[in-house]
């Protein structure tokens, strides 16, 4: 929830490329080690964890996809 709110004071940042490349920097990091733990949860046949990863995932991938509109948005 806190990239969120990071998110949302991009606007307001001095710097706001610089804040939104980091974040996209965060999530992408994020969204890496999630993967390897779904491949993990899910080569141990742990479908349960696995799901869990996956909505963990679709949470960042939104946010991923969020970040690439605000940086259409600044670049306007």
Known sequence: ????ENLAEVR????????LFELEAQVA????TLEKEFA????????DGARVVLDKMQF?????ADIELLE???DD
Request: hydrophobic share 30%; net charge negative; glycine share 4%.
């Open 1 to 4: 929830m806190e990239l969120r």
């Open 12 to 19: 307001q940042s001095p710097q706001p490329f610089d804040k």
């Open 29 to 32: 990091q994020a969204f890496s």
């Open 40 to 47: 993990q949860a899910y080569e141990q046949g742990d479908l």
């Open 60 to 64: 960042y991938d939104k946010l991923r």
């Open 72 to 74: 259409d948005e600044l």
